[in-house]
Each structure stands twice: as structure tokens, then as C-alpha cells.
């Protein structure tokens, strides 16, 4: 099984943008819910938005306003529009899918992709 391939972040002042991507296998991204996961240092993973194959999307109430999570079926990939960062945002985001068997979910991680926001 492929990981998913996470890129995008970056160091932002507050206040800023930024748009992550996840480049998912095939077979999961097709026939699953995909979600984006963020964990600072010294705290749990979290889930911050999820979307469903039909578009269904849901947030974190933290993130609600400020991100959108999208999904490119053409090309596998998972978005995150990130607006208005706040220092709290900080942390190495993942996506994953929540819906798919759990020894799939605890070994379907990649490599993650840090977001700093600071000025």
C-alpha cells in the first residue's frame, strides 16, 4: 500500500494562507471519506476537516470559517485551503481516512507537512 504524499506548508505569519495537498492511493481516496489530521508538538492528533466521496464535509469548530477541504477525484488528491493562521495552527498536518478498517488507519500515515505560523 502506497502512503499518502502530503506537501504544502510552510512558515506564515498570522493571518496568512496556505493550501496543503495529499496525493492518496487510488483505492482508498475513490470509495472512502478522506480527513486531514494535525498534531502539535506535545499534543494528540486531531482531526481538523473531513469529506465524504458525495463532498459532505465537516470541521473541527477551531478551523470552521477559516479552511476548506476539497478533493480531486481526476487526480487523487486531498486539499486544505487555510485561511486567516493563527499561532495555534502550528503543527505537522497528515490525511488519512477515517472510514477505512483501523489496522488500515494506524498504518496509512505519511511523512506529514509542517505549518508554522509565527511572526
Known amino acids: 500500500q502506497e502512503q499518502p504524499v502530503e506537501s504544502g506548508g510552510g512558515l506564515v505569519q498570522p493571518g496568512g494562507s496556505l493550501r496543503l495537498s495529499c496525493v492518496a492511493s487510488?483505492?482508498?481516496?475513490?470509495?472512502?471519506?478522506m480527513a486531514w489530521y494535525r498534531q502539535a508538538p506535545g499534543k494528540e492528533r486531531e482531526l481538523v476537516a473531513s469529506?465524504?466521496?458525495?463532498?459532505?464535509?465537516n470541521y473541527a469548530d477551531s478551523v470552521k470559517g477559516r479552511f476548506t477541504i476539497s478533493r480531486d477525484v481526476v487526480k487523487n488528491t486531498l486539499h486544505l485551503q487555510m485561511n486567516n493562521l493563527k499561532p495555534e495552527d502550528t503543527a505537522a498536518y497528515y490525511c488519512n481516512s477515517p472510514s477505512v478498517p483501523s489496522w488500515l488507519f494506524a498504518n496509512y500515515w505519511g511523512q506529514g507537512t509542517q505549518v508554522t505560523v509565527s511572526s
Open positions: 469529506i465524504t466521496t458525495g463532498g459532505g464535509t
Open positions: 487510488n483505492t482508498i481516496f475513490r470509495t472512502n471519506t
